[in-house]
Nanobody, 126 residues
Framework: VQLQASGGGFVQPGGSLKLSCTFSGDMSGYSPIGWFRQAPGKEREGVSVTDRWDGRVRYADSVKGRFTMTRDKAKSTVYLSMDDLRPEDTAVYYC????????????????????WGQGTQVTVSS
């Protein structure tokens, strides 16, 4: 499985961006699929995940109400729509997945994921 993230860029506070993550290869059994981010000097943190087993999308508290994760199965792509962006959202954003199921409480933890895309930079600044 390979993942390719794109869509990052520079935006002013309050602006919006939409990230895409396209998968190639046999995705059978891979779940969950998540978005993560890493700011300079900080650990990689979970942003949102979607679980094929229960169909739910989960978000980090810091992005709830501002970010929306969606999935287009026909295009093997997941999206992260980001609104009301803030300077603290500045980071490299990654998409990731793993082969086996993961309990809900662990799904936003980066260490549990095995397959990663290359990352796309999001910069929010005035």
């Amino acid at each position: 499985v390979q993942l390719q993230a794109s869509g990052g860029g520079f935006v002013q506070p309050g602006g919006s961006l939409k990230l895409s993550c396209t998968f190639s290869g046999d995705m059978s059994g891979y779940s969950p699929i998540g978005w993560f981010r890493q700011a300079p000097g900080k650990e990689r943190e979970g942003v949102s995940v979607t679980d094929r087993w229960d169909g739910r999308v989960r978000y980090a508290d810091s992005v709830k109400g501002r970010f929306t994760m969606t999935r287009d199965k026909a295009k093997s792509t997941v999206y992260l729509s980001m609104d009301d962006l803030r300077p603290e959202d500045t980071a490299v954003y990654y998409c990731a997945t793993r082969k086996n199921r993961l309990i809900t409480s662990a799904q936003l933890t980066a260490a549990h994921y095995e397959y990663w895309g290359q990352g796309t930079q999001v910069t929010v600044s005035s």
